[in-house]
């Protein structure tokens, strides 16, 4: 099922701004109606009528449960409704298309990624060159690859779901993943121990460890980063500049109390073949050349 297949036949997939910028790209004069049932959807998109060419939508309306109209008017219409009347719902409808309309163009002035042109060229772009940040299409990529997920960085509330988004919004050629709760064993200070010996003074269990170390449940996150690419795969290793510009962007997301790891992943296919004599670097390029490989 291609994008295309995808909105016509599960819009409610995809929230208001998104279809909207999607469905432009494929059909500039849908026309965006409210929805006047009387029981809340969970969804923004309620169906595309695609013989009438027109979008019922939920939440921006003058219409339905979710609208700024009384309850009172909505009976009304959809009393008219049931006689076939729809002369005032269609009135409403120029309002609904034309709101809608310009909630997204307003929306396309923060969201950089809901704008066609490229981000140099709008006006928050000039804006940013005006201030002294250079000309964003010289500088490095993932300074202007991370302007699509800006929004996300500033939200207060974080999730594992928002920092892949916003690693693969420049890893374009990359699966990312992110396992949460890892654990690591801890090792405990010498004053922190509790030692069980005749002639120690009394221990305050519940103050102090009993054990030399602790496994900590809640150590960190593992970032999981999986490619076909060698060419990206080497710009990740351990030392490489954009591996360090990489990890500024995880600790600038993820709350300072987290840890985070890396694990990279090269597929099979990609993996090149370890040549004797030849540079190596143990755990990322010194893979043996047989066929159990190619199962994991």
Known sequence: MNLEEKLISQPWKFSLHQFMFLS???????KFKGNIDLSPSPSDIIEINQDERHVLVNGISLLGIQGALPIHYIDMIMNRKRKKDHALQDFLDIFNNKI???TFDIKKKS?????ASKF??????????????GE?????????????ALPILFWSQKSPNNLIYILQSFLKDAK?????FIGKWIKIEEEDQTILRSNCKKPSLGLKFLGKRFW???HGIKIIITTKSLELYSKLLPNESFRKDLELIIKSY???NINFQIELNLIYKSQPTLLLGKQSILSYFSWLNNASCEKR
């Not at 964003?136 to 699509?148: G, P």
């Open 24 to 30: 432009k790209q494929i059909d500039p004069n849908l």
């Open 100 to 102: 809608i309309n310009n």
């Open 111 to 115: 969201v950089f990624s809901l704008s």
């Open 120 to 133: 140099q060229k709008t006006s928050s772009g000039r804006i940013a060159n005006a201030i002294g940040l």
């Open 136 to 148: 964003l299409h010289n500088s490095n990529s993932i300074t202007r690859e991370l302007c699509t």
């Open 176 to 180: 990312v993943e992110c396992k949460q």
């Open 216 to 218: 900590n449940s809640k």
């Open 254 to 256: 993820i709350p300072y």
